[in-house]
């Protein structure tokens, strides 16, 4: 197991990043660990403030497009594991640029302090939109990146970024792409939770388009294992893809929390306008994550009623939800 003296966790406060971080805090009971997040509107202090009872543990509040805040971050570190970004496709449309500046020039921003202060591993989260939509069968890593939206544009063109620092100065990166990650502390904006929240509040559920679009969806306590699997036996260069063979369509998944929640889908779902651009699938193969001894663990259908749980105990961080129960906006 390699040992880190300093490793740098970035949008720690958001939901993947404090799986990521909860991970790493127990997997290097040795290191110190600063996590780093601009705390934006899908961040949460209580997502991370259980690793900061930990004394090893500092937060660092910033934004990844100040060049001074990322050089105090990594100043001394030999681990970033980078997730901060702008994560919602659907914000993406209405205000693309934030996601660029936050997505490409947060990303290279961070990396320009990482290479300046030779971090000995730079692993970038990335995500399986790069590729594009995947009519049928999955893509390997060698897939060309073809994003369709603002948002997957933008997490390419921060890989591209950091394709660049990696063959110009043989930077040490590591690219991850994930699917679709479910699990406790996601901000309800994206399907899973949102469902369970419509239906915690007695509201009906919405669905884009035709609900006959798919996604492959994957625990965030699996992908935060799957990352620590590929910092400790990846190759420097690599891209690895983390997937799940566990697809849905979003009408299943609207069943299925209709399901959990003992209500007629029939009365319960209804069908709104689509996006500018849905991609209609996505899918990965995971072999060479897997050849790293990594396996998934946990399926979407064990994981809900534990999540259903949670929102219901933790409903007071999202009060915009209760807001919108409410009539308002
Ligand atoms: N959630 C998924 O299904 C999924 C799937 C594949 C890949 N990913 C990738 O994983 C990463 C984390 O996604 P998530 O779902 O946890 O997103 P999230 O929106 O829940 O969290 C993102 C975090 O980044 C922080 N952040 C945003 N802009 C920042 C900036 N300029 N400076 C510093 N911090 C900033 C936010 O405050 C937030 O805490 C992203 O890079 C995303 O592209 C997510």
Redesign the pocket.
């Known amino acids: 197991m390699p040992a880190f003296k300093k490793i740098v966790v970035?949008?720690?406060?958001?939901?993947?990043?404090?799986h990521v971080a909860e991970a790493i805090v127990e997997m290097y009971p040795d290191s110190q660990i600063v996590l780093?997040?601009?705390?934006?509107?899908?961040?949460h202090s209580d997502?991370v403030i259980h690793l900061l009872r930990d004394k090893r543990v500092e937060f660092q509040l910033?934004?990844?497009?100040d060049p001074d805040s990322c050089i105090k971050a990594v100043n001394g570190a030999d681990l970033v594991v980078?997730?901060?970004?702008?994560?919602?496709v659907d914000n993406s449309f209405g205000n693309s640029l934030l996601f660029t500046?936050?997505?490409v020039l947060?990303t290279h921003t961070l990396a320009e302090a990482a290479r300046s202060h030779n971090v000995g591993l730079f692993v970038h989260?990335?995500?399986?939109?790069v590729y594009g939509q995947i009519l049928e069968g999955d893509v390997d890593e060698t897939a060309k990146l073809n994003p369709t939206n603002p948002?997957s544009a933008s997490?390419a063109a921060a890989e591209m970024v950091l394709n660049g620092y990696q063959k110009s100065y043989g930077m040490p990166i590591i690219m991850v792409?994930?699917?679709?990650?479910?699990g406790i502390r996601?901000?309800p904006e994206?399907i899973l939770p949102t469902f369970i929240m419509r239906m915690l509040h007695g509201m009906k559920l919405q669905i884009h388009g035709s609900g006959k679009n798919c996604r492959r969806y994957?625990a965030a306590t699996d992908?935060a294992a799957g990352v620590l699997k590929i910092i400790e036996k990846g190759t420097i260069g690599e891209a690895y893809n983390i997937g799940s063979d566990e697809e849905f369509t979003n009408s299943e998944v609207a069943n299925m929390i209709c399901g959990l929640f003992d209500r007629d889908p029939g009365e319960w779902v209804t069908y709104v306008d689509d996006r500018p651009f849905n991609d209609f699938r996505y899918a990965i193969s995971y072999d060479k994550v897997k050849a790293l001894g990594w396996a998934r663990k946990v399926n979407v259908a064990d994981r809900l009623p534990q999540m259903i749980t949670w929102y219901s105990e933790n409903q007071d961080r999202y009060p915009h939800f209760t807001r919108l129960a409410n009539g308002g906006r």
């Not at 780093?36 to 961040?43: G, I, N, Q, V």
């Not at 792409?177 to 479910?182: G, L, M, P």
């Open positions: 970035t949008g720690a406060a958001g939901f993947v990043g404090s780093f997040d601009k705390m934006t509107y899908a961040s997502n910033a934004d990844l497009c980078h997730l901060a970004a702008e994560s919602h500046r936050s997505n947060g989260v990335s995500t399986d939109e948002y997490k792409r994930a699917n679709n990650i479910f996601q901000f994206k994957l992908f």
